[in-house]
């Protein structure tokens, strides 16, 4: 199975760290917890995602909003800091999140030519939208990945994507992204009692499973495979936005799942697209515990050994 990696992804403020609950050098403990493993290969992009790319995704506003040092704080949900200049936001935050961006191309590529599962580490930015950037969101990875794919022809505008979106967060960003594409599917499984609780784009969700504030693994899990059951066949593509925000050592997501309920929702995931021969790009999505990075491990090992799954 193709591991998608760059050491470009780790987001080190050194001292600043402290201002953010997210875990940005969690990428290099998972690649160095998985780099024994023979049954993974790991695969690098070889530039991040150019702004002149992610600008033709934004409107005209955005583009201009995502160079403005106070709003891209805003977004990043760190206090702000009348010192810290945009070139240093950028070489440091935002160069990554565009390797994970570059990431996400390279999965969705080789998964159309190659079928089969290809995880990237980073990306799944599910709340940045062409108009809008917030919940530590700039530049949303599957939408941009998804024009790119139509404009080059390797994706028909009529193709049939699903998008699953197992993080905490309902994934209000891809929900307004393709609000007018119903050749998009979305199944999101999302706590509704917390952060984005906006009607519009929760309506736009074809497959919701909405979990209440501290649902455990067991009742998670069953509601979860529920809603796999309701996919259809015929996907060109998927996208799994695969936060492990669900943990329950994590402060944000408000849900009660374990490492190993982690890991067995990607098995579920991954064995609900494989046998319908689905190609499928995960993604990293939230994750801000101190278990982040181990669930990840564990869940690609396990994945790694299904039969069938290269
Ligand atoms: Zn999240």
Known sequence: MDV??????????GLLNRLHPFDGTKFRAIHDG???????????????????????????????QVRSA??????????????????????????PMRWGVAGTMLGAVNALERGGVHWNLSGGYHHAMP??????????DIGICHGDLVRRGLLAPDDKVLIIDTDAHHGNGNAATFKNNRNVTLLDVYNVG?????????RRVDIPAPMAMGTDGETYLKHYAEALEKLADG??????VAGTDTL????????????????????????????????????GGGGYSKDSAKAAIRAISICSEIPGIH
């Not at 998608?4 to 403020?13: A, M, T, V, W």
């Not at 917390?194 to 929760?202: A, D, H, L, V």
Request: proline share 5%; charged share 25%.
């Open 131 to 140: 108009q809008a950037m917030e919940g530590f969101c700039i530049y949303n």
């Open 34 to 64: 998985l780099k024994a493993n023979s049954r993974i290969n790991f695969v690098e992009p070889a530039e991040p995602a150019s702004m002149e790319l992610i600008d033709g995704f934004l409107t005209s506003l955005m583009s201009k």
């Open 70 to 95: 106070v709003l891209v704080l805003r977004a990043l949900e760190v206090p702000r800091i009348p010192f810290m200049r945009f070139s240093f936001i950028d070489r440091k935050v935002l160069a």
């Open 248 to 283: 329950a050592s994590d402060r944000l997501g408000g849900l009660c799942l374990s490492i190993d309920d982690v890991a067995e929702r990607e098995r579920l995931t991954l064995h609900a697209l494989s046998r319908r021969s689905i190609p499928t790009v995960m993604l």
């Open 4 to 13: 998608i990696y760059s050491r470009h992804y780790n987001i080190d403020l």
């Open 194 to 202: 917390i952060y984005p609780t906006s009607e519009y784009t929760r």
């Open 235 to 240: 996907y060109r593509l998927a996208f799994v």
